[in-house]
């Protein structure tokens, strides 16, 4: 299914009873951008591996993209994408005419996904993925599949053109049972705001873009790891436990990983927005 971006700025009402101030106060400056969303009616078997990464490929560039079983998202961030499926019925796939942007025909067994352009799978696979176009494709690619805990190669840049950065990853070896939603979402958190509840519970994996964020664990395990420097596309560390009680700064470049029954408060204690990328792994009732 192919979706386009939806922003949602949510603004509190006015006038409400003590008891409502402050999700309200809260709310008022928290922007959320649901960015994609992929559901599988057959779950996940755990334990499995949830990643985010950024890759670069220069113009003519081709690659096998084998796709595990699990779901994935491709988001397009500048330039136009080929994508190749193994599903033999693409009628589900390319009716997200919902795109600002609509994609352009099918050639053959690609899919084009212009800039701004969400890609999703939740029972079919990419096979290929090439740029057919003049100049560089930048695109989010995001999995969640059933594999054993393993490292994962951080970054490479291939002879022929393609730069691979690992983003954030984490290994959850308890996973949501029956029908689950993997859904992908930007927040902005305005100054003194706290991360929406339902972000800051459950399977969850959170890479900070921009700046700065404070974690106050609650409850269940919570990991969390720096960036290498405070830049937003520096690579973080490894994943490190913060007990319940304690509490932990992660800056540009680091990464938040919430297990199944896990709760933390998330802040920007700030004078900026902070920016955050959120992969959340959900049932679906």
Same mark, same amino acid.
């Given at each position: 299914?192919?979706?386009?971006?939806?922003?949602?700025?949510?603004?509190?009402?006015?006038?409400?009873?003590?008891?409502?101030?402050?999700?309200?106060?809260?709310?008022?400056?928290?922007?959320?951008?649901?960015?994609?969303?992929?559901?599988?009616?057959?779950?996940?078997?755990?334990?499995?591996?949830?990643?985010?990464?950024?890759?670069?490929?220069?113009?003519?560039?081709?690659?096998?993209?084998?796709?595990?079983?699990?779901?994935?998202?491709?988001?397009?961030?500048? =330039?136009?994408?080929?994508?190749?499926?193994?599903?033999?019925?693409?009628?589900?796939?390319?009716?997200?005419?919902?795109?600002?942007?609509?994609?352009?025909?099918?050639?053959?067994?690609?899919?084009?996904?212009?800039?701004?352009?969400?890609?999703?799978?939740?029972?079919?696979?990419?096979?290929?993925?090439?740029?057919? =176009?003049?100049?560089?494709?930048?695109?989010?690619?995001?999995?969640?599949?059933?594999?054993?805990?393993?490292?994962?190669?951080?970054?490479?840049?291939?002879?022929?053109?393609?730069?691979?950065?690992?983003?954030?990853?984490?290994?959850?070896?308890?996973? !949501?049972?029956?029908?689950?939603?993997?859904?992908?979402?930007?927040?902005?958190?305005?100054?003194?705001?706290?991360? !929406?509840?339902?972000?800051?519970?459950?399977?969850?994996?959170?890479?900070?873009?921009?700046?700065?964020?404070?974690?106050?664990?609650?409850?269940?395990?919570?990991?969390?790891?720096?960036?290498?420097?405070?830049? !937003?596309?520096?690579?973080?560390?490894?994943?490190?436990?913060?007990?319940?009680?304690?509490?932990?700064?992660?800056?540009?470049?680091?990464?938040?990983?919430?297990?199944?029954?896990?709760?933390?408060?998330?802040?920007?204690?700030?004078?900026?927005?902070?920016?955050?990328?959120?992969?959340?792994?959900?049932?679906?009732?």
């Amino acid at each position: 299914m192919l979706i386009c971006r939806r922003r949602l700025l949510v603004t509190p009402l006015l006038l409400l009873a003590d008891s409502f101030g402050r999700d309200d106060a809260l709310a008022s400056s928290i922007e959320r951008e649901l960015v994609a969303r992929v559901e599988r009616e057959e779950g996940l078997v755990p334990p499995i591996t949830m990643g985010i990464a950024r890759v670069v490929l220069r113009p003519g560039v081709s690659a096998l993209a084998t796709t595990p079983d699990g779901a994935r998202m491709i988001v397009v961030e500048s =330039g136009v994408l080929a994508v190749a499926v193994t599903a033999q019925d693409l009628e589900s796939f390319t009716a997200a005419h919902l795109a600002i942007s609509a994609p352009r025909p099918v050639e053959g067994d690609e899919l084009f996904v212009p800039a701004g352009t969400t890609v999703t799978f939740g029972s079919i696979g990419v096979s290929r993925v090439r740029n057919p =176009g003049g100049r560089s494709v930048v695109a989010l690619d995001i999995a969640v599949f059933h594999e054993e805990p393993r490292p994962l190669t951080r970054a490479f840049t291939t002879d022929d053109g393609i730069s691979f950065q690992l983003l954030a990853s984490a290994s959850a070896e308890v996973a !949501p049972q029956g029908r689950v939603a993997l859904i992908l979402e930007r927040v902005r958190l305005g100054a003194q705001t706290e991360l !929406p509840l339902d972000l800051s519970h459950g399977l969850t994996l959170a890479y900070v873009e921009a700046g700065t964020i404070k974690l106050r664990p609650a409850a269940g395990d919570v990991f969390a790891a720096r960036a290498a420097a405070s830049a !937003p596309y520096s690579m973080p560390g490894s994943l490190q436990p913060i007990s319940a009680g304690d509490e932990r700064g992660i800056t540009a470049g680091g990464t938040v990983f919430l297990s199944v029954g896990a709760e933390c408060a998330v802040t920007n204690d700030a004078a900026r927005s902070a920016d955050i990328l959120t992969l959340a792994l959900r049932e679906v009732v």
